[in-house]
């Protein structure tokens, strides 16, 4: 059967006249409707872990905008959560976690076949979403990174430089390990689910990979991420993985061959047209607007958008922003940029 997903055709290599368009945090703050969707949950893990409202609040961009693909609503936390990890969110700050720094934590994680008695309304969302998403919607699943994870599971919190995991990773080497090792099983465990339930893609967020140096970028970023992806095609063959080494820089190219990912997400960090020369050459890119555009809008909005989409033109290329959607964006941001992919 010919391919008529959009989003699927750009991850199989080929070169759209249009290129298909979805958004980090599409599902997110910035719109009214999400919002209201939020406070009937409760909280935002309890709309996580709702899947009827998760599904709701998915398919909210999606009626709004006609995005080409939906992002599942969930959250990268959840799986150290499902992996016994206390995990809470603090109003205006982010999110909290019991920390993990010693063997004796460590050996206190569940292990990987228990994620799935925590984790089950999650694939019950992507069961829904699966039947109710349009049909030429493209539905993708998602996970963080090990090393992402990591860094939350041992500070317990977002932190600026990712120090207590570097310190860890320095003075604890096994415990880090065998964190990093748990944290990958549990992955390809819940992505497996989350394909089984009818995820489309499934993309990998290593949001913090910009701050592993030399040898620990190929070791904690690229291996693991690797390692995943070859796990979900052997168990699944065919399915497309987007892995998104943030903050990566000069290390893009050359990522999608060591992590046999089909399709690698750029951050605003790096030039387009640079990217198109040096990672593009070897499959599919998304992303590199910055997500500011969405905030300010106007004629800076429609000269970048226009100037990455002629970038990327010549290869298989998916439109999305470098980095999350913001709380302060504006919705019609959104519109003029999505016209201006759309519309030239
Ligand atoms: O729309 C989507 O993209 C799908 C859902 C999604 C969320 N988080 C929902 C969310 C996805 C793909 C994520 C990924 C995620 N979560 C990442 C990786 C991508 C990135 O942005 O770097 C990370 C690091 C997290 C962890 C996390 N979750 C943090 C640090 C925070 C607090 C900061 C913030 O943006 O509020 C969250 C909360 C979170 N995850 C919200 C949403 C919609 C906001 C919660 C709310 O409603 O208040």
Redesign the pocket.
């Given at each position: 059967m010919t391919q008529q997903k959009t989003i699927l055709r750009a991850l199989a290599g080929e070169t759209l006249d249009t290129p298909p368009i979805w958004m980090?945090?599409?599902?997110?703050?910035y719109l009214p409707e999400?919002k209201a969707t939020?406070a009937q949950a409760g909280d935002?893990l309890s709309?996580c872990y709702n899947p009827e409202l998760a599904a709701e609040v998915?398919l909210q961009?999606i009626r709004r905008y006609g995005f080409d693909a939906a992002?599942?609503?969930?959250?990268?936390?959840l799986l150290p959560q499902a992996l016994g990890a206390d995990l809470w969110?603090v109003?205006g700050e982010?999110?909290r976690l019991s920390t993990i720094t010693s063997a004796d934590e460590l050996a206190q994680l569940k292990p990987v076949e228990a994620i799935h008695d925590t984790l089950n309304p999650v694939y019950e969302t992507v069961k829904i979403l699966s039947q109710e998403l349009p049909k030429e919607t493209t539905l993708i699943g998602?996970a963080?990174a090990p090393w992402?994870v990591a860094t939350?599971m041992i500070a317990g919190q977002?932190t600026p430089d990712q120090g207590p995991a570097h310190a860890l990773k320095a003075e604890n080497r096994a415990v880090f390990q065998g964190i990093m090792h748990r944290i990958t099983e549990g992955t390809i465990a819940y992505l497996s689910k989350q394909i089984e339930a009818g995820a489309e893609v499934v993309?990998l967020?290593d949001?913090w990979a910009g701050s592993l140096q030399g040898e620990d970028f190929t070791e904690f970023s690229i291996k693991p991420m690797q390692r995943i992806t070859a796990a979900l095609k052997e168990k699944h063959p065919g399915i497309p993985v987007i892995a998104f080494p943030?903050g990566a820089g000069e290390r893009y190219p050359g990522v999608h061959a060591a992590t046999g990912a089909d399709c690698v997400a750029v951050d605003d960090g790096i030039d387009a047209a640079w990217a198109a020369e040096h990672v593009q050459v070897d499959g599919c890119v998304q992303g590199n607007l910055k997500s500011s555009h969405m905030v300010t809008g106007g004629q800076d909005l429609v000269t970048e958008t226009r100037r990455i989409c002629d970038a990327f033109s010549k290869g298989p290329h998916i439109f999305n922003l470098g980095?999350?959607i913001t709380?302060d964006a504006n919705p019609d941001n959104v519109q003029l940029m999505i016209d201006t992919v759309r519309g030239g």
């Open positions: 980090m945090r599409q599902a997110g703050r999400y939020r935002f709309l998915t961009p992002i599942l609503f969930a959250d990268i936390l969110f109003t982010g999110p998602f963080g992402t939350y977002g993309k967020f949001s943030r980095h999350g709380p």
